[in-house]
Structure formats: C-alpha cells, structure tokens
C-alpha cells in the first residue's frame, strides 16, 4: 500500500523523504521529578531609605492604568487596572505563572544568583524585579515609556540597584546593545504581538547563552499554522503600533524552533488546575528552550 501511494504522489511530482526529527526533551538534563521549591517573592520587600506609603499612593495615582497588582510589605497593596472596565482581571495571574515556569527554569539552571538576565516588554518590571530579589543581574526593556517609569517606580519602593530599565522596541535589541548576552532570556507575553515570530524567536535566541522562557498566547490548532490578526495599540496590553501581528499554534513554534536551529526545547506541562483560564483552554502555553 505504501509503494502505490508513493507512485501516485511520484505521478503528480511530489516524493516521501524521511526526516530525522530534533530532540525537544533536554536528554541527559532531564528535568527531576522533583522540581525545586521556589515562590515568587510577595509581598515585595521595601527599602527603609524609600518612598513614604504617600509618597507611593501619589506615584501610582499619576498612572490610569497598571497592568499588574503590586502589593509590599506594612500592607500596602495597588490592583490591576485596564482601560476597559469591564476586563475580567486575575489578580493572582502572575504569580501562578510563576509558580508554572520559574520551578522548571530553576530545575535545569539552577540559583539565579550571579546569573545574567533579560526580560524583554518587562513592561512595569515585575518578572525583572523578581529576577534581581532572587540575584541576577537583570536588564529590562520595553518600548513604552510610561511603563519603563512604572518599572522605575518599583525599582525604587523595593531598593534592588541589580536590575536596569531601558526603553526600547524589540527590532533594536542586541548583543551589543546590552554589552553581551544573557545567562537567561525571558520573552513573556510579547510573541504574538509581533509580526514576524520566526525572526522574533531568531532574534530572542541570539541574545541567550544557556536558557529562553517563551511564554505566549497559541491558536488553539493541532496544525502547524500562524493567525494574522489586525491589533490597534489602543493600550498597553497592545503592540507599541497597529498593524498585522502573528498568533501561531504550538505545533508552529516547535516548527520554528525546529528551523531556527534551537538546541532544545520542550514545552512545559501544566502541573495544576491553579492558573489562568487561557492556559487550562490551551490559548497560552510555556516552553523552556536551550539555546546552545
């Protein structure tokens, strides 16, 4: 049966050729049953030589809109707020992706501390603050600047001096505009506002030497296809400009991953009910790439 359906394709010039699929799993680093135990640092800490609890409430009222709650020692606690009112908001979102992807990262790389981090669209800095209260020395960026002084703002309430924020658009970022690579790249919640993934994964992968965490948005297709959908920058949750953006399937991102020359990689498994509607509704997923 297989001979007749190879002449037929032959007939109309196509031909099967076996392929040789890369490794996705980290073979011989495997990841240990046991995941280390890490939660993210909250509330934050503050530094006794910061800003009063006024001084705070006045900082955080210049800016309408927060696109994570905050909360800091002594009590003192910010939500999220949207533009829309009628938004469903998650207060515990970022912290049960945390409690997602860090415990893996954590498992394959090891202690933070000393490590060189960037978190790219780190809009108000939260996984960058978290990174330097767990000792990298982390560089965020993000191209907005209302959201580079929302990172500063937290960056100033906690006291951490090992993190620094930049604006910048993503299509800038380089090796040498960071003075060399990264330990660990974050590319969280940026990939389906871009148009082009391949060349943004590409892009992400250049700027690490051990360790990517791309976490994004999927179409929920068995098929390997990439969504263009017309996104208006109406806010901050929105790319920097209108235009076309790509949203692909997971099949899609290992196809890129596969292309682009990715060492290895794997998608991490969701361990518990306890997360965001869109993860258990595979509209959002996480993988852990070895770049080299």
Request: positive net charge.
């Amino acid at each position: 049966m297989r001979h007749v359906i190879q002449n037929a394709l032959h007939h109309f010039g196509y031909e099967i050729h076996r392929t040789q699929l890369l490794p996705k799993k980290l073979p011989n680093r495997g990841i240990p049953i046991e995941l280390p135990s890490v939660s993210p640092i909250w509330p934050l800490p503050r530094h006794p030589g910061g800003p009063s609890d006024d001084q705070i409430r006045e900082e955080f009222a210049k800016y309408d809109f927060w696109h994570y709650s905050y909360a800091f020692d002594g009590g003192l606690s910010f939500p999220i707020r949207y533009e829309n009112p009628r938004a469903v908001i998650n207060p515990q979102r970022a912290r049960q992706r945390f409690m997602h992807f860090f415990p893996y990262l954590m498992a394959v790389g090891g202690s933070l501390r000393g490590k060189r981090v960037l978190d790219i669209a780190c809009n108000s800095g939260f996984w960058s603050i978290q990174c330097a209260l767990l000792g990298a020395e982390v560089v965020g960026f993000d191209g907005r600047p209302e959201l580079i002084q929302q990172a500063e703002l937290i960056k100033s309430i906690v006291g951490v001096r090992n993190v620094e924020f930049k604006v910048m658009d993503f299509w800038e970022m380089s090796s040498q505009s960071f003075g060399g690579t990264f330990d660990i790249v974050l590319n969280l919640g940026i990939l389906y506002h871009l148009t082009n993934p391949l060349e943004a994964l590409r892009l992400t992968i250049s700027m690490a030497r051990k360790y990517v965490v791309l976490d994004t948005e999927v179409y929920p297709s068995r098929q390997p296809v990439l969504k263009l959908v017309w996104e208006e920058s109406t806010d901050f949750r929105t790319a920097t400009s209108s235009g076309i953006v790509t949203n692909p399937s997971k099949s899609s991102i290992d196809l890129m991953l596969r292309h682009i020359g990715a060492h290895r990689w794997f998608e991490i498994p969701l361990r518990t009910t306890d997360m965001p509607r869109d993860y258990l509704d595979n509209k959002r997923a996480s993988w852990l790439i070895e770049a080299a």
